[in-house]
Nanobody
Framework: QVVLVGSGGGSVQPGGSLRLSCAAS????????EGWYRQAPGKERELVATINNSGSTNYADSVKGRFTISRDNAKRTIYLQMNSLKPEDTAVYYCKGSYYGGPDYWGRGTQVTVSS
């Protein structure tokens, strides 16, 4: 199996920045899509950003221009650079990996809190 560990969350002021990391370990599968999702209290989990095996990225409209997803293949890690954070970005952020030859894997969540 693949184990994904998300980290880098914290508390910041509106307008601040955070960089989330998600490191993979264990079995190596060919990457189909990896991404970040978030869930705020009382709300459905939503897609934030994805990056596929060719490096193509997609973003939720709410984060376009503010968040950037990237990958370091050597480190088996994906990142989410979050700039210009808003209170509505407050949520638990989860990384997800979809691979050829295996099921989807979810990392443990990391809390992001944006408040004055």
């Amino acid at each position: 199996q693949v184990v994904l560990v998300g980290s880098g969350g914290g508390s910041v002021q509106p307008g601040g920045s955070l960089r989330l990391s998600c490191a993979a370990s264990g079995a190596v599968f060919s990457i189909y899509t990896e991404g970040w999702y978030r869930q705020a209290p009382g709300k459905e989990r939503e897609l934030v950003a994805t990056i596929n095996n060719s490096g193509s990225t997609n973003y939720a409209d709410s984060v376009k221009g503010r968040f950037t997803i990237s990958r370091d293949n050597a480190k088996r890690t994906i990142y989410l650079q979050m700039n210009s954070l808003k209170p509505e970005d407050t949520a638990v952020y989860y990384c997800k990996g979809s691979y050829y030859g295996g099921p989807d894997y979810w990392g443990r969540g990391t809390q992001v809190t944006v408040s004055s």
